[in-house]
T-cell receptor, first 111, second 116 residues
């Protein structure tokens, strides 16, 4: 069973706009990670946020975490066509280092 | 990630056949994982190995087996393939030196398997 559910399932925006995708999860976590997958290829790690952190930035990425609501959001600012991909959140519970993935958001950025 | 390679990249097989998917890594990581991805779904963990002598079942291990031949190699076998094992399979690695569960995982390019 998936720990995380992502919303929306699909998102289409124009280049230059911001893209926001959300992730909800069910149980307490150690950390939450976001990964990106270009069509049919392997996942690439984007950013990790610890359970005691509320916000983290990396370049054009901003991640927030609300443990009281068991939710996280990923914001991509000033999107580019190259950002077109699927984005997955993944949670780690305890210290076991196993990832439990959400169902993903497919982002399409058009010119 | 070119440091994690998977062979074959594509495979078509028939129901009942035994098939092995192989994963090799040059990252020097001690932990390795096998996932499957079905259309519209996230990745689900099949097996994971924290070192050569430590193999653990994941969420969906039925119908699969694994072998950790060396720190750098982790193979996934389907003993008797069935059509609902048609999926995209990914190998991943992580480094336990990142303690406290703060590891990130590095993924191979995937193996697309079709079972007829």
């Amino acid at each position: 069973s998936q720990q995380g559910e992502e919303d929306p399932q699909a998102l289409s925006i124009q280049e230059g706009e911001n893209a926001t995708m959300n992730c909800s999860y069910k149980t307490s976590i150690n950390n939450l990670q976001w990964y990106r997958q270009n069509s049919g290829r392997g996942l690439v790690h984007l950013i990790l946020i610890r359970s005691n952190e509320r916000e983290k930035h990396s370049g054009r990425l901003r991640v927030t975490l609300d443990t009281s609501k068991k939710s996280s959001s990923l914001l991509i600012t000033a999107s580019r066509a190259a950002d077109t991909a699927s984005y997955f959140c993944a949670t780690v519970t305890g210290t076991a280092s196993k990832l439990t993935f959400g169902t993903g958001t497919r982002l399409q950025v058009t010119l | 990630d070119a440091d994690v390679t998977q062979t074959p990249r594509n495979r078509i097989t028939k129901t009942g056949k035994r098939i092995m998917l192989e994963c090799s890594q040059t990252k020097g990581h001690d932990r390795m994982y096998w996932y499957r991805q079905d259309p519209g779904l996230g990745l689900r963990l099949i097996y994971y190995s924290f070192d050569v002598k430590d193999i653990n079942k994941g969420e969906i291990s039925d119908g699969y087996s694994v072998s950790r031949q060396a720190q750098a190699k982790f193979s996934l076998s389907l003993e008797s393939a069935i059509p609902n094992q048609t999926a995209l399979y990914f190998c991943a690695t992580s480094d336990s030196q990142r303690t406290g569960g703060m590891e990130t995982q590095y993924f191979g390019p995937g193996t697309r398997l079709l079972v007829l």
